[in-house]
């Protein structure tokens, strides 16, 4: 693995860097960024933007519009977006649109990506991912899906309650996660607008950084025609480690970039305050914080850098993109505490941007799948000798 960029991936890296400093930080005070995240005329301005400087969607394939960005080119670029909480959304690369056009790509039709994947490469429709449910349904625990879809002729009934649904209000399509009959697994497409589809509540959440916020949902005899199935009937699990994998990875990319912002307003903030007749700095317990960040900030980059390569080889990497959660969900969310701490007054108040980016962060924990789950995931694997590349 050479560490050294590329010509390429350095030019790309330096564009990404001044788009998101010159065009997006300055939209981060914009009134219309809500307790559900920036709504959708915000959304389209930062999209805009992203299209015109041609850095929208870059993950996607160049057939469907992208740049066709490898793993460790997203490592580069999506770190970069990361450093506004704005970025993302405008690079049309924050979840679950960035994994859902991941999946796509590999196992939709011609006619479901001429028809959903194509306009969401363009920035002009977006995307939701239903799976979680309440309980007694599936969370960590996928194979408690209570979710069912039955055959009724040529199609299929659908029938169940969703939540945490990110981005749900104001999508366009939603893959939906429902058993069969027999009990396995499948994925289906479905336009928002189809009867049967209810968004029931908004909920409320620490982050406000997803467009459309987080949704609770419902199916009532959603219909769907059987030429909605994405990829083959029956492999909805299969389907989700290929979308999880490297959505995993993607949310340490993007959150890595946010808590290289924290540490950049810290430190700027550690060089300039002074405190008992020195820079805060230069005090012992500050600089001592400091130094941390930036290893663990090098710690989570080389998780992400390694696994992306190791992506690019053709590996599946279930274990190194769990592993790699783990470690950068904890890592760079010790960055973050701590720069809350080194600012002080001024970090649990609006007065720096370190807040907000506290607040959203706390959920990365969680959000594809809690620590504990994949502690639990990699223990089982590394007693059955199934561990790392």
Known sequence: MDFNLSERQAQLQQRTREFIREQIIPLEKDPRQTPHGPDESLRDELVGKAREAGLLTPHASEEMGGLGLSHVDKAIVFEEAGYS??????????????GNIHLMELVATEEQK???????????????????????????????????AVRDGD?????????????????????????????????????????????????????????????????????????????????????AQVRLAPARLTHCMRWLGQARRAHDVATDYARTREAFGRALGKHEGV??????????????RLHIWHTAWLLDQGNPCNFESSRAKVVCSEAEWRVVDRCVQILGGQGVTAEKEVMQIFMDMRSFRIYDGPSEVHRWSLARKLLSAEGAH
Request: hydrophobic letters at 40%.
């Open 155 to 239: 199609d299929y009934v659908i029938n169940g309650q969703k939540w945490f649904i990110t981005g749900a209000f104001g999508a366009s399509y939603v893959i939906i996660m429902a058993k069969l009959e027999d009990g396995s697994a499948t994925m289906f497409l479905s336009d928002m607008d189809a009867p049967g589809i209810k968004l029931e509540r908004a909920m409320d959440s620490l982050d406000s950084c997803f467009t459309g916020g987080h949704a609770v949902m419902r199916f009532e005899n959603l219909r769907v025609p059987g030429n909605q199935i994405l990829g083959e009937a029956s492999k909805g699990f299969r389907y």
């Open 287 to 300: 600089g001592f914080m400091l130094a941390d960040n930036d290893m663990d900030m090098q710690t989570a």
């Open 85 to 98: 909480r704005l970025g993302p959304t405008a690079l049309n690369i924050h979840a679950p649109d960035e």
């Open 114 to 148: 001429e028809r959903w994947l194509r306009p969401q490469v363009q920035g002009r429709i977006r995307s939701c991912f239903a799976m979680t449910e309440p309980s007694p349904g599936a969370g960590a625990d996928p194979s408690m899906l209570q979710t069912t």
